[in-house]
T-cell receptor, first 112, second 116 residues
């Protein structure tokens, strides 16, 4: 079945460091891919998405490219800030409507 | 435009009781999905409603049920609560549900349920 695997956290970086959070997926068909972010005590916010192979999603300095050949959707940011500290979830749309399949989440902590 | 709202934000119940959680989607959104979030299992899909009909269901026991009203507001109910039902329950709404394509889901802040 469809599944998403993320790199384990927590990830601790210094401010202005480069960020990569790896995400790979297994899916039948052509799912859309998403990155969501969850700040403490809050729900999930959509960070970016890509709907087909080679699409690049971007938002707030974060980027991810839909790589069908490597079944990956890695999240990157060139220079992280303390305010980026949160839990990041990679997700894909299943072929069943209304259902997103999430990875386990990666906690990011950015130190000043 | 107001976001997805969930009530209550926090609940404490004891084993054997039942609980009802409420979700109001973004105005104009007709699809509502529910997820359970726990440290051990992560985010798991419960069910999805569209136009008052359950269109999709996850692998949860029958104690978990839901419904959707004509104004798209949704409720989920858990009967005979168990300790393992302690979790953050998240509701998400989408503007459309179209076969072959998918819109992103907009999440509410969640209801934190603690079962003692």
């Amino acid at each position: 079945g469809n599944s998403v695997t993320q790199m384990e956290g927590p990830v601790t970086l210094s401010e202005e460091a480069f960020l990569t959070i790896n995400c790979t997926y297994t899916a039948t068909g052509y799912p859309s891919l998403f990155w969501y972010v969850q700040y403490p005590g809050e729900g999930l916010q959509l960070l970016l998405k890509a709907t087909k192979a080679d699409d690049k999603g971007s938002n707030k300095g974060f980027e991810a490219t839909y790589r069908k050949e490597t079944t990956s959707f890695h999240l990157e940011k060139g220079s992280v800030q303390v305010s980026d500290s949160a839990v990041y979830f990679c997700a894909l749309s299943s072929n069943q409507g209304g259902k997103l399949i999430f990875g386990q989440g990666t906690e990011l902590s950015v130190k000043p | 435009k107001a976001g997805v709202t969930q009530t209550p934000r926090y609940l404490i119940k004891t084993r054997g009781q039942q609980v009802t959680l409420s979700c109001s989607p973004i105005s104009g959104h007709r699809s509502v999905s529910w997820y359970q979030q726990t440290p051990g299992q992560g985010l798991q899909f419960l069910f999805e409603y569209f136009s008052e009909t359950q269109r999709n269901k996850g692998n949860f026991p029958g104690r978990f049920s839901g419904r959707q009203f004509s104004n798209s507001r949704s409720e989920m109910n858990v009967s005979t609560l168990e300790l393992g039902d302690s979790a953050l329950y998240l509701c998400a709404s989408s503007p459309t549900r179209t076969s072959g394509s998918w819109d992103e889901q907009f999440f509410g802040p969640g209801t934190r349920l603690t079962v003692l």
